[in-house]
């Protein structure tokens, strides 16, 4: 694919309202709040353990991780808000506009590593980024099953979809083919799992497509588009909320129907050889890990999205016609769940 130029924002960008750090805040505490809640009671057993932390040059956050539980292996949902003076090199890159300004980052991230090879791990991010005319708002939602069921990636689809559509019927459109292109190992050849919905740099103007590539198919699909109609503040911020608020609904069911499925150590082995894709993209290309290292976050809770066991075998090849191939040959190739 070929590299866009940088992103210029728009120099008739308005402001956000005052109370906007207190309220995408508010947010996203009540967000890890509820899904933490939810997790404990479908689990069953497992509690997550609280850690508040403090950032040196501002800010902080509150990380919330559960282990051996009787469903979840190992998973976080964490919260952070941190502010300061000296912006990262990634954000300067895309808003060099940005430059000589504080800024302030909120949002609450998620990683879910089950003990059943038949649960997918799942991951969520949802962030608010402010630094003086800029501002914007991030994030999405990425099912990374090992045997995956066509049920179960048609009812993520869905829920998302529908939660997007409220809003636009433009942003699934650009926003589900946008996170096939982000959640992709390049060195792989492959994408993470079966994609969700992945957007960034939303600020309520121009075209929907912001990210690195011009010939992408998300790219390709929001110039088919073009800039939409400037929506507010308050579009973005409502839109970003309704995706959040779509992660219980969307994947829960899938875990509900999973849970009891046995399995036997081929299942497990294959789910831990597997689970070092998830490692290889997170240490390499996440921008969540990367901005966290950036800004001198809290290492614990940036790596907590790692599982607990993982293993890598040399040039695997999975058998012809076994479950294990037909991951590669169908689930991992981007298509459109919802034709």
Not at 244 to 255: D, E, K, L, M, R
């Amino acid at each position: 694919m070929t590299s866009t130029t940088t992103f210029q924002a728009n120099p008739t960008l308005s402001l956000p309202p005052a109370d906007a750090k207190v309220r995408v805040s508010t947010f996203m505490q009540k967000l890890q709040a509820d899904i933490s809640q939810t997790l404990e009671q479908i689990d069953g057993a497992g509690k997550f353990q609280e850690d508040v932390w403090q950032r040196p040059e501002g800010g902080g956050g509150r990380s919330r991780v559960i282990r051996d539980g009787g469903i979840f292996e190992q998973g976080g949902v964490n919260f952070s808000e941190v502010w300061g003076t000296d912006l990262p090199p990634s954000i300067l890159t895309q808003y060099p506009q940005a430059a000589g300004h504080g800024f302030y980052a909120t949002g609450t991230s998620m990683v879910l590593h089950p003990r059943n090879p038949y649960i997918p791990t799942v991951h969520l991010n949802y962030r608010y980024f402010e630094a003086g005319p800029v501002w914007w708002f991030g994030g999405g939602c990425d099912l990374t099953p090992y045997y995956p069921f066509v049920e179960d990636v048609i009812h993520f689809h869905s829920v998302l979809k529908q939660a997007c559509d409220v809003h636009h019927p433009d942003y699934y459109r650009v926003f589900k083919p946008w996170c096939d292109e982000y959640f992709y190992l390049k060195h792989r050849q492959e994408t993470r799992g079966v994609g969700g919905i992945f957007f960034d740099y939303q600020n309520g103007l121009g075209q929907l497509y912001r990210g690195p590539y011009s010939d992408s198919a998300a790219a390709v699909e929001s110039q088919q588009i073009g800039s939409l109609k400037p929506r507010t503040w308050e579009d973005i911020f409502a839109f970003a909320g309704s995706c959040a608020n779509a992660f219980i609904p969307s994947y829960i069911p899938i875990v509900e129907r999973r849970q009891s499925m046995e399995y036997s150590d081929r299942q497990r082995q294959f789910q831990l050889y597997r689970r070092g894709r998830y490692v290889e993209f997170n240490l390499v290309y996440d921008r969540g890990t990367i901005f966290g290292l950036q800004t001198n976050g809290r290492i614990e809770s940036i790596l907590m999205s790692l599982p607990p066991l993982v293993r890598w075998e040399y040039d695997y090849k999975p058998e012809p016609n076994t479950p294990e191939a037909e991951l590669y040959t169908t689930f991992l190739k981007p298509q459109n769940w919802l034709k």
